[in-house]
């Protein structure tokens, strides 16, 4: 099996580029590199190497982006296992999925591979398919998502270790601003709707915004997708349900509705921003029918069975 690094230099404001210097230096079997230089660019590599047709394992530094692209592009290629160094900021992907530490756990693996299949999360909007291995959502979190990839202040806070308190006060900031719409939700033959909604998310495992719990009982292997909407709350409120979003407590307060099916229909009142693993996907279309669906065992990813 050949090693293929993927790397994003600008990850994390440096820290891939940091990891990938020093596992340079550790590893001693052979490997390729490839560099990513724009939006888009570890898809095609990872499409790259799956045409290629040769059993290869593309080994990702970088962050939640930069694997949310290798995952899209190596999802439909049986020939390439999907492994992880985390190199971002908020390495929530790190959180539910088993990874990479240094060179000799890489090195093991190499000796004697192992793989784990895991689900994979798709929504069609517009026309268009789009895969997600931690979740993807509509309104005030992938606003606020938004603005903070875009923020000055995260390099500055990040080297800090306060990277958290740009995304609090960009929620702030948002917040005021923000206004509310109506989600028609079906599943399984029933509707559901709701008024004054702020967020609409399907996870895929639990975590997203870089530590936040958003759903504790996503897995990542059992076939299902988990929706989580938050509506009819003041927006003081909501400042309560982020902040316990964190420890996962939020599911108990009224505000909160979340079900489990492997296929959804959601339907905005207006155009909402969205994300898909914290990147950007543009806005919905007021009244467009979004369809969600689990794509099981849809990719496999390379893990240590010596650990």
Known sequence: MQLVLIINDIAGHGKAKKLFSKLKKDLTVPYKVEHTKYVGHASEIADQYGQGGSHTCLLTIGGDGTIHEVISGAASYDNLLVAVMNGGSGNDFGRAYPTF??????????????????????????????????????????????????????????????????????????????????????????????????FVVVSNQPYFGGGMK????????????????????????????????????????????????????VKLSRDVIGHADGEYIGESVANEVIHYEVQEKGWRLAVNKLD
């Not at 929504?123 to 509509?138: R, T």
């Not at 349900?241 to 079900?259: I, R």
């Open 214 to 265: 958003v759903s504790p009982n996503s897995n990542t292997e059992d076939g299902m997708l988990e929706l989580t909407v938050v509506n009819n709350i003041a927006k003081w409120r909501l400042l309560v349900v982020f902040a316990s979003v964190f420890f996962g407590k939020h599911t108990k307060l009224k505000a909160v509705n979340q079900y489990q099916c492997a296929a959804f229909d």
């Open 101 to 198: 530490n240094n060179a000799q756990q890489i090195e093991q693996f190499i000796a004697q591979p192992s793989s784990q299949l895991k689900d994979l999360g798709t929504v069609y909007k517009q026309d268009e398919k789009i895969v997600f291995m931690n979740n993807c959502g509509f309104g005030i979190d992938a606003m606020v998502t938004r603005q903070v990839n875009l923020s000055t202040a995260k390099k500055y806070f990040n080297k800090i270790a306060l990277g958290k308190l740009v995304y609090v006060w960009i929620l702030f900031r948002e917040l005021y601003k923000f206004k509310t719409f109506r989600i028609e939700i079906s599943m399984n033959g029933q509707t559901y709707t709701y008024d004054n909604s702020y």
